[in-house]
């Protein structure tokens, strides 16, 4: 794991996975593979959940990130958060707007239609 970019992460630092490549495949059969899914069944969105303080302890013990590399990633995650917020908000804007004026059309209308 590595630090990540996430912006869904809702407090602290984001992880990721990162990887290494292996040029040596594994090859397992279709029903091999479906076997062994009912020894690891699917875990829940909770139990893939890291607390904070969590995360950031194996970021800083085990993945060797440093403190400000965190807290550098926090501040860009706040960015982004803040980028699709204010965007949101600019499109229900412009929703509200488009009903708005799909309302004073229809009025007109009905206003033209009655002389």
């Known amino acids: 794991m590595t630090i990540g970019d996430n912006p869904s992460c809702s407090s602290g630092a984001p992880v990721s996975l990162n990887w290494s490549y292996n040029p040596d495949p594994i090859i397992c059969s279709l029903e091999d593979y479906e076997i062994s ?6 875990r829940s969105r909770s139990e893939m959940l890291i607390p904070l ?12 990130v440093s403190t400000s590399e965190i807290l ?4 860009e995650n706040k960015m982004i958060q803040e980028q699709r917020y204010k965007s949101s908000m600019q499109r229900d804007a412009s929703v509200r707007a488009q009903a708005m004026f799909q309302n004073v059309k229809c009025s007109v209308r009905k206003l033209m239609v009655k002389d």
């Open 37 to 42: 899914k009912v020894d690891f069944p699917r």
């Open 53 to 64: 303080d969590i995360r950031h302890k194996k970021l800083k013990e085990e993945w060797c």
């Open 72 to 75: 550098r990633a926090i501040k």
